[in-house]
Nanobody, 129 residues
């Protein structure tokens, strides 16, 4: 059974940091692109960040310079380091794994339009005072 499990969410004050983890089981993440999406109440889901199997990364404009995506294939895990968090970052964050591997600056937000092969259950991030 393929499973992606997010962890690391919670409450943080504006300006704070969180690191989200996405642990995979039942598949070898090293051959997949990893992405992060988020969805706030009443809003549509938006793509946040992605990393290709070769380590190319892309961050959408609203998080560029604040969020960093990474992966540790030996641990079969992806990460999203979130710094300088803002209230607008409050959302449920989902990790995805996709065989569509064209993630990086040349492709931009277009990668987020693909249908991911696997989704995690989501983890809540709340940024407030």
């Amino acid at each position: 059974q393929v499973q992606l499990v997010e962890s690391g969410g919670g409450w943080v004050q504006p300006g704070g940091s969180l690191r989200l983890s996405c642990a995979a089981s039942g598949l070898r993440l090293d051959s997949y692109a990893i992405g992060w999406f988020r969805q706030a109440p009443g809003e549509e889901r938006e793509g946040v960040s992605c990393i290709s199997s070769d380590g190319y990364t892309y961050n959408t404009a609203s998080v560029k310079g604040r969020f960093t995506i990474s992966r540790d294939n030996a641990k079969n895990t992806g990460y999203l380091q979130m710094n300088s968090l803002k209230p607008d970052d409050t959302a449920v964050y989902y990790c995805v794994a996709s065989e569509f591997d064209l993630c990086g600056e040349p492709y931009g937000d277009r990668w987020f339009q693909m249908r991911a092969d696997y989704w995690g259950q989501g983890t809540q991030v709340t940024v407030s005072s």
